[in-house]
Nanobody, 126 residues
Framework: QVQLVESGGGLVQAGGSLRLSCAAS????????AGWFRQPPGKEREFVAF???????VYADSMEGRFIISRDNAKNTVFLQMNSLKPDDTAVYYC????????????????????WGQGTQVTVSS
């Protein structure tokens, strides 16, 4: 059974930074894509960032240049470095990964991902 556990969320002032981690158990991230999504209060879940199985990355427009997704396959962990945080970044952040290796699909679609973490709260104060 694959499990994903996010950590690193918290309360930060606008302009600050946070680094989220997503640790996998039951399987590695090697050869599997991973993505980060977020759900702001009262809104739909939205795409944040994506790391393909080969290491290429995709970002939502509003996160480009501020957020960086990375991975350490040896530690079964995917990271999301968030810089220049804004109050609008307040949300529950989720990581997700594919159910099959070398899968190519729509990075921004939640439906492509098989496994999800429980989420970690990020609150940015003004």
């Amino acid at each position: 059974q694959v499990q994903l556990v996010e950590s690193g969320g918290g309360l930060v002032q606008a302009g600050g930074s946070l680094r989220l981690s997503c640790a996998a158990s039951g399987r590695t991230f090697t050869n599997y894509a991973a993505g980060w999504f977020r759900q702001p209060p009262g809104k739909e879940r939205e795409f944040v960032a994506f790391s393909s199985w080969s290491g290429s990355t995709v970002y939502a427009d509003s996160m480009e240049g501020r957020f960086i997704i990375s991975r350490d396959n040896a530690k079964n962990t995917v990271f999301l470095q968030m810089n220049s945080l804004k109050p609008d970044d307040t949300a529950v952040y989720y990581c997700a990964t594919d159910g099959r290796p070398f899968y190519s699909g729509n990075a921004a679609s939640p439906n492509r991902y098989t496994y999800w973490g429980q989420g970690t709260q990020v609150t940015v104060s003004s």
